[in-house]
């Protein structure tokens, strides 16, 4: 299973909206697999297709012990939110070593199809139901930071575009190597 390379923020494909998928095919499968791969490898509980250039509704997820499997989530919709809303620091996978607090509902009930093409609904609550809205947001091409103040965005953005910088500043070259 080959890791993706996960998109970083400010990168403008972060903000494309994802496509519906017409059909749960097999050519879909290494996919998935290929996500939840990159997911663990980078130590994230939820990947968005968005996150790795791929613009199609598909989200996985794996909260840990909150979760009883590995979610697979086909064209997911939220089809209800609890008005009650909490604020919780949040991190992405998009925006590395960023962390801030995000308002959103403390519980969500979302349907999906599963990686089999089996229609789901999942009520969630606590971090599973955060991830599930967090990774939706990618979906419809919005990153977290969006939520915080255009001064803390604009600070996020300055900070991560200079470490992308530096770090091909400090990648090896091929120059000079026989």
């Not at 494909?13 to 059909?23: C, D, G, Q, S, T």
Request: hydrophobic share 40%; net charge negative.
């Amino acid at each position: 299973m080959p890791l993706l390379p996960i998109l970083r923020y400010p990168d403008p494909r972060l903000h494309k909206v994802a496509a519906p998928i017409p059909a749960v095919t097999d050519a879909l499968q290494p996919l998935i697999d290929d996500m939840f791969a990159t997911m663990y490898e980078a130590k994230g509980i939820g990947l968005a297709a968005t996150q790795v250039d791929v613009h199609q509704r598909l989200i996985v997820i794996d909260t840990g012990d909150e979760t009883p499997a590995p979610l697979v989530l086909i064209n997911p919709d939220i089809t209800w939110a609890s008005p009650e809303r909490q604020k919780g620091e949040e991190g992405c996978l998009s925006v590395p070593g960023i962390y801030d607090g995000v308002e959103r509902s403390v519980a969500v009930t979302v349907t999906a199809l599963d990686r089999h093409g089996n229609p789901q609904t999942i009520e969630a609550e606590g971090m599973l139901a955060v991830c599930i809205q967090h990774e939706m947001d990618h979906l419809m091409g919005k990153v977290f930071v969006e939520y915080l103040s255009p001064l803390k965005r604009n600070r996020i953005k300055t900070k991560l575009l200079k470490e992308e910088r530096e770090e091909q500043l400090n990648a090896p070259s091929a120059k000079g190597r026989y």
